[in-house]
């Protein structure tokens, strides 16, 4: 079983980051195949206004679950570089200061999540038709924090030794679990919304398990009580790189929220037009997050080996494969996209109509824009693997400001149309702050004389 665990400081790049990248895709698909599945059973069997509380409800909800992945993956940096520099007594004293540390973090951001989920769904406006929908669904989320916590940092300390395939298995099966568990909860127990939110939680329950179930049967992290200690010299060192992650993370979705307080204006048919091509986004970018996944790992993994040289040629690899594939996903969006929103839409045939019209408009532009969104995941990655979280965080706020600037001042002037680009806008934005910022941290390491000479 230790045979999944990777050694990234050595082989060609390319072949590595792609045979490490694919497992995480395949098991992003999944994960994505359960979230589509909710949006499909919630539109089909609930209706358009139980669409739309799900579109009302998502920014709120990726925000907090942001929090908790952001500091999950900060935590894993660290964990990838002791490994990349084989110090694992050291590592095992990592992982076990930062399950000390996801625990509090969990309690604290489960805490804060059910005290604002109505406030803050009041002030974005979301229509009362709506509104308590949209606050079930929250609550219910927001009460499985810590299974979303655990998953995360289970699967972050798996990446970080190189293992891309052990999440996928438990995705795959996690997955199952969610598309059964809907079709009971919300056809046949008539749970509703809050059906389809407990059905992801159990899932998510599934998928930690069997992280966990691998991660302890890893020899080199048989941890001893003495691994769980809050060190304060490790525990700032690890907030320092989960933090500005989770704030990142954080900042993205309030300029979300932004948005989607200008998308309520326009009534509850576009919100669940923006709805449905807002649940196909995680189908656009499952390549580029796993492509970052595995960037996060094998900077980390070569910088802890002194490899800056490895590092550069690793991005130019994972470049192209990042363009290629999003022309690919671009390609299959334009031609069958249509075909696909249509899964998640109900309603009388005017309201479908208008409805998919709407879903296919934002579809199509964010589609043929795909190759900004890849660069963004790639090079951010790459950055957030070298140990700068700061810099990564900076080009959240550069998205922040972009996604809330578009979406408010292009829809006064350009009405629904405008709000669509406010997407885009906000890659841009971010790419803007990450590729300067990227080549001027690479300088910086090259003249501290990281690097080692390059293989033959």
């Given at each position: 079983m230790a045979a999944r665990i990777r050694n990234m400081t050595e082989g060609k790049?390319?072949?590595l980051i792609l045979s490490f990248a694919l497992p995480l895709m395949i098991g992003n698909i999944f994960q994505q195949l359960y979230t589509v599945v909710d949006t499909m059973v919630v539109g089909k069997a609930l209706g358009v206004g139980a669409l739309a509380a799900l579109g009302a409800s998502d920014w709120l909800n990726w925000l907090v679950m942001g929090l908790v992945q952001g500091m999950a993956q900060g935590f894993a940096i660290l964990m990838a570089q002791e490994f990349g520099a084989k110090r694992y007594a050291m590592l095992r004293r990592v992982v076990g200061c930062s399950g000390i540390l996801a625990i509090v973090s969990s309690i604290v951001?489960?805490?804060a999540a059910q005290g604002i989920a109505r406030p803050v769904l009041l002030l974005l406006g979301t229509p009362d038709a709506i509104l308590g929908d949209a606050l079930l669904y929250l609550r219910v989320m927001f009460f499985g924090i810590p299974i979303v916590m655990a998953y995360n940092l289970f699967a972050c300390i798996l990446r970080s030794l190189g293992d891309g395939k052990t999440p996928l298995y438990a995705m795959v099966v996690a997955a199952i679990v969610n598309i059964l568990l809907d079709l009971l909860f919300v056809l046949v127990f008539h749970w509703g919304i809050a059906g389809a939110a407990a059905a992801t939680l159990v899932a998510q329950l599934v998928s930690s398990l069997f992280c966990l179930w691998y991660l302890m049967k890893l020899d080199i992290l048989k941890l001893h009580r003495g691994d769980f200690r809050v060190e304060p010299a490790m525990a700032r060192q690890l907030l320092l790189l989960g933090a500005p992650m989770a704030f990142q993370n954080a900042i993205i979705c309030v300029g979300g929220m932004i948005v989607?307080?200008?998308?309520?204006?326009?009534?509850?048919?576009?919100?669940?037009?923006?709805?449905?091509?807002?649940?196909l986004y995680g189908i656009l970018e499952v390549a580029a997050t796993s492509y970052g996944y595995a960037m996060i790992t094998y900077v980390g993994?070569?910088?802890g080996a002194a490899r800056l040289d490895r590092i550069r040629s690793g991005m130019r690899a994972a470049l192209f494969i990042g363009f290629l594939t999003s022309l690919v996903i671009m390609a299959f969006m334009l031609l069958f996209g249509r075909g696909i929103l249509s899964l998640f839409i109900s309603g009388t045939p005017e309201e479908a109509a208008e409805t998919l019209a709407i879903a296919f408009r934002y579809l199509a532009i964010m589609s043929v824009?795909?190759?900004?969104?890849?660069?963004?995941?790639?090079v951010r990655s790459a950055i957030q693997g070298l140990g700068n979280t700061v810099l990564p965080m900076l080009s959240g706020v550069a998205e922040f400001v972009m996604r809330a600037a578009a979406a408010i001042l292009l829809s006064a002037l350009f009405g629904e149309t405008g709000i669509f680009f406010a997407?885009?806008?906000a890659w841009a934005g971010a790419d803007a702050v990450l590729i300067p910022g990227y080549l001027h941290t690479m300088r910086v390491f090259a003249r501290r004389g990281v690097s080692l000479p390059e293989e033959a």
């Amino acid at each position: 079983m230790a045979a999944r665990i990777r050694n990234m400081t050595e082989g060609k790049p390319l072949p590595l980051i792609l045979s490490f990248a694919l497992p995480l895709m395949i098991g992003n698909i999944f994960q994505q195949l359960y979230t589509v599945v909710d949006t499909m059973v919630v539109g089909k069997a609930l209706g358009v206004g139980a669409l739309a509380a799900l579109g009302a409800s998502d920014w709120l909800n990726w925000l907090v679950m942001g929090l908790v992945q952001g500091m999950a993956q900060g935590f894993a940096i660290l964990m990838a570089q002791e490994f990349g520099a084989k110090r694992y007594a050291m590592l095992r004293r990592v992982v076990g200061c930062s399950g000390i540390l996801a625990i509090v973090s969990s309690i604290v951001v489960l805490a804060a999540a059910q005290g604002i989920a109505r406030p803050v769904l009041l002030l974005l406006g979301t229509p009362d038709a709506i509104l308590g929908d949209a606050l079930l669904y929250l609550r219910v989320m927001f009460f499985g924090i810590p299974i979303v916590m655990a998953y995360n940092l289970f699967a972050c300390i798996l990446r970080s030794l190189g293992d891309g395939k052990t999440p996928l298995y438990a995705m795959v099966v996690a997955a199952i679990v969610n598309i059964l568990l809907d079709l009971l909860f919300v056809l046949v127990f008539h749970w509703g919304i809050a059906g389809a939110a407990a059905a992801t939680l159990v899932a998510q329950l599934v998928s930690s398990l069997f992280c966990l179930w691998y991660l302890m049967k890893l020899d080199i992290l048989k941890l001893h009580r003495g691994d769980f200690r809050v060190e304060p010299a490790m525990a700032r060192q690890l907030l320092l790189l989960g933090a500005p992650m989770a704030f990142q993370n954080a900042i993205i979705c309030v300029g979300g929220m932004i948005v989607q307080f200008v998308v309520n204006g326009f009534g509850v048919l576009f919100i669940a037009g923006f709805t449905a091509t807002n649940k196909l986004y995680g189908i656009l970018e499952v390549a580029a997050t796993s492509y970052g996944y595995a960037m996060i790992t094998y900077v980390g993994q070569n910088l802890g080996a002194a490899r800056l040289d490895r590092i550069r040629s690793g991005m130019r690899a994972a470049l192209f494969i990042g363009f290629l594939t999003s022309l690919v996903i671009m390609a299959f969006m334009l031609l069958f996209g249509r075909g696909i929103l249509s899964l998640f839409i109900s309603g009388t045939p005017e309201e479908a109509a208008e409805t998919l019209a709407i879903a296919f408009r934002y579809l199509a532009i964010m589609s043929v824009c795909l190759p900004i969104l890849y660069v963004l995941h790639i090079v951010r990655s790459a950055i957030q693997g070298l140990g700068n979280t700061v810099l990564p965080m900076l080009s959240g706020v550069a998205e922040f400001v972009m996604r809330a600037a578009a979406a408010i001042l292009l829809s006064a002037l350009f009405g629904e149309t405008g709000i669509f680009f406010a997407e885009v806008l906000a890659w841009a934005g971010a790419d803007a702050v990450l590729i300067p910022g990227y080549l001027h941290t690479m300088r910086v390491f090259a003249r501290r004389g990281v690097s080692l000479p390059e293989e033959a």
